[in-house]
């Protein structure tokens, strides 16, 4: 089942395919420890979205030996999104913002680069500005009448809250996390120190707290003339955000589609984000407590929760008419298949 929070994008999406976009990248503040569980170390963070990227498109990781994991061992998100399209006749594209490790698979090179610590700067005012506008590009090229976009950026969470902040909104206590500890009070210091020597001009301020990923994902909505789902958690909510800073608007054609893990999680609070920024909200209903998989039971703790366009895909799927019985158990087939790999 598909649940509408703020606004209608259920039924302005029901029935409606268009290409699954995943956007990769990485920044540095991934390698800060205990502040990203996307990846079993955070050295390992930095290969998660290309592995991520390998294994929608393929069902398998080149450049780590297996899927990228939390350091508790339960396994990516990219596992339910390639399951809930594998129902449906789309396209997927990867999108690569900027990723310290390139996936070895075909990919859409926006030309950035890896963001840096937010703490010194994320993103050079040329390199945000590139990223943007080779996001602008694609996404008029994109012809559709909608397009989901997903995301893989192990830190983004905390570069979220560093965006939301210094645009003015509640950034880190309502933030998200891949933990279900989220490190709050890490998060504040990175995103405190950031915003202290972050510029005041709107633009180089998103870009200096920013990630190469949520720039990109901003760039394709605002050249895209369709329905764009933004599909991922709070992260997509400081997407919203750029978007009003660049377009007002743009929100009235954008909506977010999460997952009921981001709903339920009590650290964070995408609901009241996205009511203050204005933007439509909607999530999809599936739960893992009867799964006979103790990793995807997790994600009920509030493990992993949500990545790589979990929710949206999701949604999609039961949108266009998939039970939400049928997409766990083809999620459980997915899963089933790595661990016997
Ligand atoms: C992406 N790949 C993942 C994953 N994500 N593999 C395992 N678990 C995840 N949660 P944080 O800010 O805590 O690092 O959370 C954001 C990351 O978690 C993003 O990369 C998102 O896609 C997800």
Redesign the pocket.
Known sequence: MIVDLLGNLSERIKGKLGPFILVIGTTD??LIPG?????ASPEL?MF??AA?AEFLMTGKCKVIDS????PDG?????LITRASLSFLKVTRLIANAGSRVNPKIPFINLNGEPGKDIRYGGLRREVGEGILEQGVILGENLKSDIIYI???????????AAVLSGLGYDGVSL?????PV??KELKKRVVDQALKSAPKETLERIFWLSDPVLIAVAGIALGFKGVTVLS??T?MAAVAAILKELDKGKLSNVGIATTRWIINDSSSNLYSLAKEIGINLTYSNVSFAESKFNGLRAYEQG???????AGGSMVMSLSSGVSSQELVRRIEEVYSSLINA
Do not use: M
């Open positions: 503040v991934s502040i990203s569980f996307a990846g963070t998660t979205p991520d899927v990228p994991v939390t339960i396994p990516t998100p990219a997903g995301e893989s950026v192990p830190g983004g969470t905390t570069t979220a933030v998200s996390s891949s933990s989220n490190p991922g958690g992260q493990y992993v929760k949500e990545g790589v366009g």
